[in-house]
């Protein structure tokens, strides 16, 4: 089984619509990350969690919310999605240093 | 914002020929690392060098780092079909956190 995994893997929504991304890992490690790649570009984070009571702000936080529901579990919500994040989104999870990625949510807002 | 840059954009060479890639940072680190990501897949770590060292090597993997030029390089010896993807560095910094460059992407032409 994979270390991380993510749901949905492809979603289409509408502008305006409610969307979760949600990401789990069996890694066992305190910190996790939310990451968005645009085409022809890096990564760039959105929130990340060092710990179930420690969330903190990224490089691009506006539009997005997060849930740390627990240590294994950290879910990713656009409150109200708007076409620019159109985008593919990854959860990450590390120890101190290396980070082992899911495998993506392709998300697409009309 | 990223941290650094990647160079080239994009890499074709014929199978068996070696590949180089560089990125340079703007900041001090901690370590660079350097990630695969195949298309539109998570991405998965290769490998680590310390801001200490100055070279490292992992199978036909080898990287150097240069931070009076605050620069580093990947090299792939002996590339093979299975090494089309794109590269990524990445940077942390004393807060854990890893800021990544645009990437190059590598075509490796049987």
């Known amino acids: 089984d994979a270390d991380v995994t993510q749901t949905p893997r492809n979603r289409i929504t509408k502008t305006g619509k409610r969307i979760m991304l949600e990401c789990s890992q069996t890694k066992g490690h305190d910190r996790m990350y939310w990451y968005r790649q645009d085409p022809g570009l890096g990564l760039r984070l959105i929130y990340y969690s060092f710990d179930v009571k420690d969330i903190n702000k990224g490089e691009i936080s506006d539009g997005y919310s997060v849930s740390r529901q627990a240590q294994a579990k950290f879910s990713l919500s656009l409150e109200s999605a708007i076409p620019n994040q159109t985008a593919l989104y990854f959860c990450?999870?590390?120890?101190?240093?290396?980070?082992?990625f899911g495998p993506g949510t392709r998300l697409t807002v009309l | 914002s990223q941290q650094g840059e990647e160079d080239p954009q994009a890499l074709s060479i014929q199978e068996g020929e070696n590949a180089t890639m560089n990125c340079s940072y703007k900041t001090s680190i901690n370590n660079l690392q350097w990630y695969r990501q195949n298309s539109g897949r998570g991405l998965v770590h290769l490998i680590l060098?310390?801001?200490n060292e100055r070279e490292k090597h992992s199978g036909r993997l080898r990287v150097t780092l240069d931070t009076s030029k605050k620069s580093s390089s990947l090299l792939i010896t002996a590339s093979r079909a299975a090494d089309t993807a794109s590269y990524f560095c990445a940077t942390q910094d004393s807060n854990y956190q890893l800021i990544w460059g645009a990437g190059t992407k590598l075509i490796i032409k049987p």
């Open positions: 990450a999870t590390s120890g101190r240093e290396r980070q082992f």
């Open positions: 060098i310390r801001s």
